[in-house]
């Protein structure tokens, strides 16, 4: 009988270990609440997490019951900040509380699978997604690989990509022709012209029309393609 009642409390004991670890899991409540408050205040692109940077003082409640809100927010999400927050109890009464908290700002970037060379291609099959967090790691690539990149240097495979990995590929090339096309009030004309230097989709370039030897200014819209709106 003695066996039975130990193997029991023992049993008990094990099966209550998950649900406290559980518990423990849950978090701190003002951090939960605040992290709420900043996520509603700037909308990051991004899962943000709070931890404190100092200990909670001693004379701050377990937990905020009532209403808490923003009285002094940062002027930007970093990674240390000091955060003013008023809370109203259930009775009416109100605390103002300033806490020194850290965040991470986690997004998803893109780390290389192999070594790359100089001028190829970014393609989905040299990386895999990796989450960073932004707010310690600037300037880190989050394109959705359907932008026209080229490598701008030789790199090292588990390398996170960042802005200075890549260059915009040109769809025009210095000292080659290409078509622009002009139009306005829905009429539109095309000419023959020469690129005077490379330049991406999107980006202006300056062209030369080989007859007039005039200069312009064209928008590049294709591979050999631009085009100017009056």
Do not use: C
């Not at 937990?63 to 955060?83: F, T």
């Not at 022709?177 to 012209?193: F, H, T």
Request: glycine share 6%; no cysteine.
């Amino acid at each position: 009988r003695n066996f039975i009642l130990r193997l029991v409390l023992l049993l008990g004991l094990v099966l209550s270990l998950p649900l406290a670890s559980a518990r423990a899991d849950l978090g701190d409540p003002w951090l939960s609440e605040i992290m709420l408050l900043l996520d509603d205040h700037f909308q990051p692109d991004g899962r943000l997490e709070l931890a404190w940077a100092r200990l909670r003082p001693a004379d701050v409640p377990a937990a905020p019951e009532g209403m808490l809100e923003l009285i002094a927010p940062p002027s930007k999400l970093a990674r240390q900040m000091v955060v003013r927050v008023r809370l109203t109890g259930v009775d009416g009464s109100t605390a103002d509380h300033q806490f020194i908290l850290a965040a991470q700002l986690w997004r998803d970037g893109w780390v290389l699978t192999e070594p790359v060379p100089l001028r190829t291609p970014l393609r989905a099959s040299v990386v895999q997604p990796q989450p960073f967090d932004a707010l310690r790691n600037r300037g880190v690539l989050v394109s959705d690989l359907q932008a026209e990149l080229d490598f701008a240097r030789s790199l090292p495979a588990g390398r996170l990509l960042t802005w200075r990995d890549v260059t915009r590929r040109p769809l025009v090339r210095r000292n080659t022709p290409l078509e622009v096309v002009a139009g306005e009030a829905g009429l539109s004309v095309s000419l023959r012209a020469i690129a005077l230097h490379d330049a991406a989709r999107g980006e202006s370039v300056r062209v030369r029309n080989p007859d007039s030897r005039k200069e312009f200014t064209a928008i590049v819209s294709d591979h050999g393609r631009a085009y100017v709106q009056f």
